[in-house]
């Protein structure tokens, strides 16, 4: 839960501008993608997220994970930025 309460977390989604609901038969083709295979090695729980961004086409994904930030220079970043927030 991104190290934070239900309540945190809840808080957070209703803050969204926009919520992309993945079905799992959307989201199954990208299981076996390289990027998220090389995800998984480096943190198996943080690999469903590399696989969602690249479901929707998203052009980053937001993570502190120092490791993942350095895997994934192109597509993970700390702050959204701002041309596309």
Known sequence: MADCSPATLRKRIENLRSLN???DRNLDPFLGSPLVSRA???DPDDA???AAALAVGADCLWTR???M???FPSLAVRIVPRSQS
């Open 65 to 67: 994970d120092k490791e």
């Open 69 to 71: 930030l350095n895997a």
């Open 40 to 42: 998984a090695a480096i």
């Open 21 to 23: 609901v993945i079905e």
């Open 48 to 50: 469903i997220y590399v």
